[in-house]
């Protein structure tokens, strides 16, 4: 029985072997995450990409923050050895237990971004100067990278409301590397988006979110070793 136990062990530690579970598991995380998001990408696909359309694409996307805070806690939480995988445990377990946190960040993250696209789009019917542009473009900015802080925090950490968004404002500055490299990964995201369509960056949901975990590493290290007990 032993000897069986010790194969099993060497099977799943071998660098095959955590290939092979690595695609496995971001195809598992990847069909879920499309599964919850489905809901709101399809009518969103279908939507036109007119400045009117805002209110309803803010609408559409409601199911992509619990989604993506559920792939972030299966991601980090599931180990590479093939003889205990369970990607979708892990996934469905962080989605119940993170969706009203989520939602606390999320909700309030969309209706910001709302606010200051259509004061962007109507610039000129809401009586604002050109120069209005640079500052409500940084200020979107600043908002969607401390949303992203903040989902990771959620997703991985279990803080007030409140101290979670002052976490993820302190580690705007406090990790520039980590805040860097989400701008950069916001930026592939968005150009993907335009170039082809929401469906091709659905298609690559889990590698994506893979690569923001690893980005975000510094912060969550910072965090464990000086917030948590």
């Known amino acids: 029985m ?4 010790q194969v099993w062990r060497q099977f799943g530690d071998g660098p095959l072997s955590r290939i092979t ?10 069909l879920l995450l499309l599964l919850t998001t489905v809901p709101g990408l399809l009518p969103l696909l279908l939507l036109g990409r007119d400045p009117s359309n805002l209110p309803l694409v803010a609408l ?11 792939a972030l806690y299966a991601l980090r939480h599931q180990r590479l050895d093939l003889t205990d995988l369970r990607p979708a445990a892990l996934f469905w377990r962080g989605y119940r237990a993170n969706l009203s946190g989520t ?4 909700v309030p993250t969309l209706l910001w971004l709302t606010v200051l696209a259509l004061n962007l789009a109507y610039r000129g019917a809401v009586g604002l100067a050109g120069w209005w542009t640079v500052p409500l473009v940084l200020l979107a900015v600043g908002v969607t990278l401390c949303a992203a802080n903040a989902l990771v925090i959620t997703a991985l950490f279990d803080f007030r409301t409140r101290d979670v968004l002052r976490l993820a404002v302190h580690f705007l500055v406090r990790t ?17 988006t335009a170039v082809f369509s929401e469906a091709v960056l659905a298609m690559l949901g889990s590698v994506a979110i893979l690569a923001f975990l690893r980005v975000s590493d510094p912060m969550i290290h910072l ?4 917030f948590t007990p």
Do not use: D, M, N
């Open 60 to 70: 559409f996307l409601l199911p992509v923050g619990p989604a993506i805070s559920a």
């Open 2 to 5: 032993s000897g069986t136990a």
């Open 103 to 106: 939602l606390r960040v999320w």
């Open 223 to 226: 965090i464990r070793k000086e």
């Open 176 to 192: 520039p590397g980590v805040t860097v490299g989400t701008a950069l990964l916001l930026a592939a995201a968005a150009g993907i």
């Open 21 to 30: 579970s690595r695609v496995y598991i971001l195809l598992v995380v990847e």
